[in-house]
């Protein structure tokens, strides 16, 4: 059983349409995470949340929003999608008191 | 803000072979973790090492180990016994804090490493 998923693992768009990306995990952490890697491979927190209340948020467009509906999972809507956009998105988990965080397989998106 | 350097883009070592990689980091913390993750072509991510701050005991996992030097925050990771596996981009990460896990992880650009037969 895959500890964090996300769905879609690629993900193809024009630009201006609204895409979500999904992302669940199973092993009963409080925290969810999203992360974005740009195509220099750079990682940068974009949002954390924690039992379902936003802690983080990065400077990010507002055309980003996350949703939790639940602690398990953690999706993130993006409207009107510009090319700048184009990266890998990761989602991950952490535990209260624990320290690694387990990611997700990361989503391609490319904006076109 | 904490910031994480890796200096070396690129790496190269030989199968067998025992390779370094630099990180060092920026932090006015005195509890903090750092983390050493894997990225293979298939982009997984993959937690390689970690070491706890409050911790002088460097972290070893199998054929990988750290030299954590608080003073100078330097963080380096050692593998040993290189395997054609092992090529991937590692990125060095740091987490404030000791137990709230809204902390995130802040990386580094990361070190592709290639290992050659």
């Known amino acids: 059983d895959t500890a964090v998923s996300q769905t879609p693992k690629y993900l193809v768009t024009q630009m201006g349409n609204d895409k979500s990306i999904k992302c669940e995990q199973n092993?009963?952490?409080?925290?969810m995470y999203w992360y974005k890697q740009d195509s220099k491979k750079f990682l940068k927190i974009m949002f954390s949340?924690?039992?379902?209340?936003?802690?983080i948020n990065e400077t990010v467009p507002n055309r980003f929003s996350p949703k939790s509906p639940d602690k398990a999972h953690l999706n993130l809507h993006i409207n009107s999608l510009e090319l700048g956009d184009s990266a890998v998105y990761f989602c991950?988990?952490?535990?209260?008191?624990?320290?690694?965080?387990?990611f997700g397989q990361g989503t391609r998106l490319t904006v076109v | 803000a904490q910031t994480v350097t890796q200096s070396q883009p690129e790496m190269s070592v030989q199968e067998a072979e025992t390779v370094t990689l630099s990180c060092t980091y920026d932090?006015?913390?005195?509890?903090?973790?750092l983390f050493w993750y894997k990225q293979p072509p298939s982009r997984q991510m993959i937690l390689v090492i970690r070491?706890?701050?409050?911790?002088?005991q460097n972290a070893t996992e199998n054929r990988f180990s750290v030299n954590f030097q608080k003073a100078a925050k330097s963080f380096s990771l050692k593998i040993s016994d290189s395997q054609l596996g092992d090529a991937a981009m590692y990125f060095c990460?740091?987490?404030?804090?000791?137990?709230?896990?809204?902390?995130?992880?802040?990386f580094g650009k990361g070190t592709s490493l290639l290992v050659t037969p």
């Open positions: 990460a740091y987490r404030k804090g000791l137990s709230n896990s809204g902390y995130a992880l802040n």
């Open positions: 949340y924690n039992n379902k209340e936003l802690i």
């Open positions: 991950a988990s952490s535990q209260v008191g624990g320290t690694e965080a387990f």
């Open positions: 092993l009963g952490h409080d925290t």
């Open positions: 932090t006015s913390e005195s509890d903090y973790y």
């Open positions: 070491q706890e701050a409050y911790k002088q």
